[in-house]
């Protein structure tokens, strides 16, 4: 099978589109011919450097965590699928491959019928985490307001429309190019970060969710009503020890989650709800570009620039779709 395969650290031409041996599944295991996959935040920091994806050379030479596809051989003990099953999912590493196995119990979900699978393969990264963020961390309820900061990143769309399903009066900060953008999202009123800061101008909020971590609780303390809640995905080391201080006593809230080391169960619990919200047009796919597989460290390049609407899909196996070509 062909896969983007990387053997060194490095910028986007370190990833390879190489002939690799077919996955065979476990016992308890799928086989998924994957059709498209994502380019995450993520993933351009795992290629460049050592880290959480080793040290001396990638651990896994296979990027990619999302998928969508069609589930084509199962292992002798599975139940919950079966050949021809149009899936959808998330996992560590792998999708950026023509096959993937993953277990059954995995992050997967039977894919929503009404999404390609382009669109399918968009939703899992952003509102698995925005989802758990928002309803277990800021127990976000109807009629609070809520303000996401970075509206118009993967997590930060999903952030917006999860919080309007909740009933939540959205506020939506992010650049002037996305106002609209973010605007329809379903955001009740958005305030542009590059000629207004939202911390001056005396409004509060039940919960101000950063998802791009480029605010602070010390910053955003002032617009927390008095028993706020702060939100976010990237604690600094200050943020973690308020977080345990404010746990105990503080009636202002700094609270932070790594959602994707929550059990797969639970993940895919969630999709499968988020599956329900999407059939039911309650939230949305949000895709910026596309890419075949073939122009992986293009869109790496571009995922990399840190100012993506959303998300950076990858179509896998045919397609007529050009470079960075919208769909
Ligand atoms: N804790 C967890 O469990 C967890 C889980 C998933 C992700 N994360 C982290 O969450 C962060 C966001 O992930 P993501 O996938 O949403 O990223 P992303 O899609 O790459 O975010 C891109 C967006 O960030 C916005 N942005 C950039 N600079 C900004 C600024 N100064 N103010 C406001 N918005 C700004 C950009 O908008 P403009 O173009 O308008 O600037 C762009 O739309 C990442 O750091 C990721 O690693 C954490």
């Not at 395969?5 to 910028?11: D, I, S």
């Not at 925005?130 to 769309?157: C, H, M």
Request: proline share 6%.
């Amino acid at each position: 099978m062909k896969a983007i395969v990387y053997t060194k650290f490095g910028p986007p031409e370190v990833l390879q589109l190489q002939e690799v041996e077919k996955p065979t599944p476990k016992a308890n295991e799928v086989l998924i011919k994957i059709y498209a996959t994502a380019v995450t935040k993520e993933d351009p920091d795992m290629r460049a450097s050592p880290g959480f994806n080793g040290f001396l050379k990638p651990r896994n030479p296979i990027l990619g965590q999302e998928l969508a596809g069609e589930v084509e051989a199962i292992g002798r003990g599975v139940t919950r699928f079966k050949p021809g099953d149009q899936v959808f999912g998330i996992d560590s590493f792998g999708a950026y491959a023509e096959y993937k196995c993953m277990p059954e119990n995995g992050a997967l979900a039977i894919k929503p019928a009404n999404l390609s699978y382009e669109e399918a393969a968009s939703v899992p990264n952003g509102a698995l985490t925005a989802l758990p963020f928002l309803r277990d961390k800021g127990k976000i309820q109807s009629g609070q307001t809520v303000l996401i900061y970075g509206a118009s990143g993967s997590v930060g769309a999903a952030a917006v429309q999860l919080a309007k399903y909740y009933g939540a009066e959205v506020t939506g900060v992010c650049s002037t190019a996305n106002l609209e953008w973010v605007s329809s999202l379903g955001a009740d009123r958005v305030i542009d970060y590059t000629q207004e800061d939202f911390t001056e101008n005396g409004k509060t909020y039940d919960i101000i969710f950063d998802t791009v971590g480029k605010r602070s609780f010390s910053e955003c303390k002032g617009s927390l009503t008095d028993k706020g809640i702060y939100l976010a995905t990237v604690p600094t080391p200050v943020m973690m020890l308020q977080a345990l201080w404010s746990a105990k006593g503080g009636r202002k809230k700094v609270k932070f989650a790594a959602t994707g080391l929550r059990p797969a169960s639970a993940k895919s619990k969630d999709l499968v709800f988020l599956t329900e919200l999407i059939e039911a047009g309650k939230i949305k796919p949000v895709i910026d570009r596309c890419y075949p597989l073939e122009q992986m460290a293009e869109a790496h390049r571009y995922v990399e620039q840190g100012h993506k609407k959303g998300n950076v899909v990858i179509t896998v196996g045919t397609t007529d779709k050009k470079q960075g070509e919208k769909i």
